[in-house]
């Protein structure tokens, strides 16, 4: 009976080899063919172990009745430190010099890791001084059985859009080097460029258009967006362009299966077009494909757990290391953007100015003095004109009702008595609560000056709405941000308040744009605020019909108001990256912080060489300090080095527990944070 089952078995993983190599014709049947793959029994197996002194290749034996499903790429698990652990084979070796334990288990005979999924992973893991089981996790889906299973039983397909004929170029003409740029992209000629998207644009249909020409030309791609409503916007755009069926849509919240499905049609080339959020630059394309991301500049790039990465540095290592083409498109140009601008690494592609001003809001900014109100006269103006034909955007820093709120009497920030958070007002009437612990504080006494009335000292898009809704009693008032967003407004009369990044869309435009809070957005003491907040302003402004008025609650004196009037986003992330260059800061210059308990920070400090300059230490709580470290680009390689030998002696003492090292932190000099 036992032995009817184990024939049973064998003959079940025959057949699924045999179609699993019909379907990767380059992965197991060349594997099985190089120097026969019986001749080199031992595996070189990356484990999903994220210590970072255990961060290399163990090898293990493989048993003969596993040999033909042990190829490089697929998971496995083994033995290891008196556990079973997950990982992934790198390699098939003849020999090795330790004595071998045997592989446990393949998990599945899909090769997952594809060799040039390695090479960026590794490479990924060494600019952020992590290591390779952190970045791959990020990289690869957990497996989802049925999905695996439903996938490679489906069709391989092909060209199911082939009849489509001659993709359409979209606007790509009325810019400098557009066409040229979209040419040689799809010819897999590794261009580089900075795609300034004109006033009145819509990324999302030149993007298609990009996509739609690749597809054409037999190539690959990945379109990375900030957030899930940018990808239902390039999602229905290139549905419309090439077909629903010719591309994959990869972000966390997707789920398990639908997640692990798309990677699974990725990997087996039954599509080669990505369209994703952050973990979507690890997607596995063919190696000439096309990389595009939208805002590069956006802090929701940043991966949040160890290592840290960022998906525009992801996007730039693979460009880099695979010889590929990269676009950066955006409303504004990021510092570090224009810093490969400055280099000659990446090319500009903007419209003529000519275009631009035809294309462009009228900005009005605050008059001289003019910073008595919040909403100014000339905003509450501009709003009732608007309103005659069309919806009006009104742009707020925050979300919420009262954000934020002061003592009545002495104006001291009202904060919560058991963790010092802020204290927020949810609505009028409402009890006063803690935005960082959620505890109420119904009887908040000022500790200053002993008076229990509060004030508001900001005022969100809630209550900004409810404010406009009195003002004009007829109009409809649409407030969109936090977990209330709207994705698309009509063409209708309306009062529109948004968050930044809120936004709603609007088909014809919007009769005029109003941004509040400009100078507060402004004022926040963080490295990129001001780069942030022309980002956002630019996102808004290019909502606004060809020549509507635009009202920014900010003095015409200042550098981004100025871009802004000018719509030249260039010139002011020119002039931000000259400042930077001037003063030694990043990008000009590598940096790191390195957080944890004083003792595992000092002993990271030793492992430093002379071409790191150390600032702090600075406390950050009971027994936990930081220190920020700066480097000449030149010597980056040198500080990331230091920074992995000396986490690799903590890891293997016990002592990394709590140290966090964060290369390029998106937050340097001061916490950007979301205004909502």
């Given at each position: 009976m036992g032995t009817h089952r184990s024939c049973r078995r064998t003959e079940s993983r025959c057949r699924h080899l045999a179609a699993l190599a019909s379907v990767l014709p380059g992965t197991i049947a060349l594997v099985s063919q190089q120097a026969g793959i019986e001749d080199r029994p031992v595996a070189r197996v990356a484990l999903d172990v994220s210590l970072t002194h255990l961060d290399r290749y163990f090898d293990y034996a493989v048993p003969e009745m596993l040999s033909q499903q042990a190829v490089p790429g697929v998971r496995v698990r083994v033995r290891f430190a008196g556990r079973q652990v997950g990982g992934f084979i790198v390699d098939r070796v003849a020999e090795s010099e330790h004595r071998l334990s045997p592989l446990t288990k393949v998990v599945s005979s899909l090769p997952v890791l594809t060799p040039a999924t390695l090479r960026l992973a590794r490479s990924v893991a060494d600019r952020y001084a992590g290591t390779l089981a952190d970045v791959l996790r990020a990289a690869i889906p957990p497996r989802h059985a049925r999905a695996e299973a439903a996938v490679l039983a489906s069709p391989a397909g092909g060209d199911r859009d082939g009849d489509r004929g001659q993709p359409s170029p979209g606007t790509w003409g009325d810019y400098t080097g557009g066409a040229a740029l979209v040419r040689r992209s799809v010819r897999g000629e590794p261009v580089r460029a900075v795609w300034d998207v004109g006033p009145g644009e819509d990324w999302s249909q030149n993007m298609a258009a990009l996509a739609a020409q690749a597809h054409h030309h037999g190539r690959g791609m990945i379109a990375v967006v900030p957030d899930a409503r940018d990808v239902h916007r390039a999602q229905d755009a290139v549905t419309r362009a090439i077909g629903r069926d010719s591309f994959e849509v990869l972000t966390a919240d997707a789920g398990p299966q639908r997640r692990y499905s798309a990677f699974v049609r990725l990997i087996t080339g039954r599509t080669s077009i990505a369209i994703g959020t952050r973990a979507a630059c690890?997607?596995?394309?063919?190696?000439?494909?096309?990389?595009?991301?939208?805002?590069?500049?956006?802090?929701?790039?940043?991966?949040?757990?160890a290592p840290g990465w960022h998906a525009r540095e992801v996007l730039a290592l693979r460009s880099h290391l695979f010889a590929t083409p990269l676009i950066a498109a955006g409303a504004t140009r990021s510092v570090v953007a224009q810093s490969w601008i400055d280099s000659g690494w990446a090319a500009p592609v903007s419209m003529p100015r000519d275009l631009i001003r035809q294309r462009s809001p009228r900005v009005h900014p605050l008059d001289e003095g003019d910073n008595s109100e919040r909403v100014p006269e000339r905003a509450w103006t501009v709003a009732r004109n608007g309103l005659k034909d069309g919806p009006v955007l009104?742009?707020?820093?925050?979300?919420?009702?009262?954000?934020?709120?002061?003592?009545?009497?002495?104006?001291?920030?009202?904060?919560?008595?058991?963790?010092?958070?802020?204290?927020?007002?949810?609505?009028?009437?409402?009890?006063?609560?803690?935005?960082?612990?959620?505890?109420?504080?119904?009887?908040?006494?000022?500790?200053?000056?002993?008076?229990?009335?509060?004030?508001?000292?900001?005022?969100?898009?809630?209550?900004?709405?409810?404010?406009?809704?009195?003002?004009?009693?007829?109009?409809?008032?649409?407030?969109?941000?936090?977990?209330?967003?709207?994705?698309?407004?009509?063409?209708?009369?309306?009062?529109?308040?948004a968050t930044p990044g809120a936004e709603p869309w609007v088909e014809d435009g919007y009769t005029a744009v109003i941004l509040l809070d400009?100078?507060?957005?402004?004022?926040?003491?963080?490295?990129?605020?001001?780069?942030?907040?022309?980002?956002?302003?630019?996102?808004?402004?290019?909502?606004?019909?060809?020549?509507?008025?635009?009202v920014v609650t900010a003095q015409a004196s200042l550098a981004a108001v100025q871009a802004l009037v000018r719509w030249d986003p260039g010139w002011f992330a020119a002039r931000d990256l000259a400042q930077r260059v001037e003063l030694g800061l990043p990008p000009a210059r590598r940096s790191a912080t390195v957080t944890g308990p004083v003792g595992a920070v000092t002993s990271v400090r030793e492992f430093l060489p002379d071409e790191v300059e150390v600032f702090g230490p600075t406390s950050v709580g009971a027994d936990r300090t930081r220190v920020l470290l700066l480097v000449d680009r030149d010597h980056a390689g040198v500080m990331t080095e230091a920074l992995k030998q000396a986490m690799s002696v903590l890891s293997a003492r016990r002592e990394a527990a709590g140290?966090?090292?964060?290369?390029?932190?998106?937050?340097?000099?001061?916490?950007?944070?979301?205004?909502d």
């Open positions: 690890f997607a596995p394309v063919p190696d000439d494909s096309l990389l595009w991301i939208l805002d590069d500049g956006e802090e929701t790039y940043a991966e949040p757990h009104l742009q707020v820093a925050r979300r919420g009702y009262v954000p934020a709120t002061a003592c009545q009497r002495c104006r001291s920030v009202a904060r919560c008595t058991a963790c010092a958070g802020p204290l927020t007002l949810a609505g009028p009437g409402a009890v006063a609560t803690c935005s960082w612990c959620h505890a109420p504080a119904p009887s908040w006494r000022c500790p200053e000056c002993g008076d229990t009335r509060l004030r508001a000292t900001a005022r969100g898009s809630t209550r900004t709405a409810e404010e406009l809704g009195r003002a004009f009693p007829q109009v409809p008032v649409i407030a969109s941000g936090g977990d209330r967003i709207v994705t698309e407004v009509p063409g209708t009369p309306a009062l529109v308040v400009a100078e507060r957005m402004l004022s926040r003491g963080a490295l990129g605020a001001e780069e942030e907040t022309l980002r956002r302003w630019f996102t808004a402004a290019s909502l606004a019909r060809p020549g509507a008025p635009l140290v966090e090292v964060r290369v390029d932190p998106v937050d340097w000099g001061g916490e950007l944070g979301h205004l």
